[in-house]
């Protein structure tokens, strides 16, 4: 268990809905990170937050937001879903950024849009 | 660019056997290369490999990293059916903080 939880473990819902992934840090780590995990793309990095503030982005469509809240947790929200978006979406956390601290991942929502 | 290339990207091998997998990588201005090793789930975190930590070792497991050739090794002593597994070996790229992910080594390990 890396500390790091994220609900729901499951989602199915159908296209065009929108849905909100909630991740909660490991006690003490102030910097989260989203990734996206498809069967063809691998592990592909979304948003990175720290402290409440977003710190880099990579390939996150316009369609998805995310933020991170006061106290620390983050919810990513995916919205106009299409069925390419079905994919495993990992949280992770570290304790400060800079490429010198690892990241804990959490178990991960399987998204399934039909 | 920055890029992360693992190989092989898939073996199979018996229980007690040793494997060895392979990470190079090309990334300006190098700070940090990470193992994980993912299940059916979540990439859990193997390592850690900096410039002034080039060795690590835990059970089983070990890595080195190769700062000249741009390289690094996870090797697993012993296998156990438990090892079968996807590893995966990251970088973060230069002035950024998110990670680089290989595509991964499938490793599995028939009894």
């Known amino acids: 268990d890396s500390g790091v939880t994220q609900t729901p473990k499951h989602l199915i819902t159908a296209t065009g809905q929108r849905v909100t992934l909630r991740c909660s840090p490991r006690?003490?780590?102030?910097?989260v990170y989203w990734y996206q995990q498809s069967l063809d793309q691998g592990l592909q990095f979304l948003i990175q937050?720290?402290?409440?503030?977003?710190?880099a982005k990579g390939n996150i469509l316009e369609r998805f937001s995310a933020q991170q809240f006061p106290d620390l947790h983050s919810e990513l929200n995916l919205s106009s879903l299409e069925l390419g978006d079905s994919a495993l979406y990992f949280c992770?956390?570290?304790?400060?950024?800079?490429?010198?601290?690892?990241?804990?991942f959490g178990p991960g929502t399987r998204l399934t849009v039909t | 660019e920055d890029k992360v290339v693992q190989s092989p990207l898939s073996l199979v091998v018996h229980e007690g056997d040793t494997v060895t997998l392979n990470c190079s990588y090309e990334?300006?201005?190098?700070?940090?290369l990470l193992w994980y090793k993912q299940e059916k789930k979540a990439p859990t975190f193997l390592f850690m490999l900096t410039s002034s930590g080039i060795e690590k070792k835990s059970g089983r497991l070990s890595s080195i990293l190769d700062k000249k050739e741009l390289f690094s090794i996870l090797n697993i002593t012993a296998t156990q059916t438990g090892d079968s597994a996807v590893y995966l070996c990251?970088?973060?790229?230069?002035?950024?903080?998110?990670?680089?992910f290989g595509a991964g080594t499938t490793v599995t390990v028939r009894a």
């Open positions: 992770a956390s570290s304790v400060d950024a800079g490429g010198f601290y690892e990241q804990y």
């Open positions: 990334v300006t201005n190098f700070r940090s």
């Open positions: 990251a970088v973060p790229p230069f002035n950024d903080y998110k990670l680089s």
């Open positions: 006690s003490g780590d102030l910097s």
């Open positions: 937050y720290y402290n409440g503030e977003e710190r």
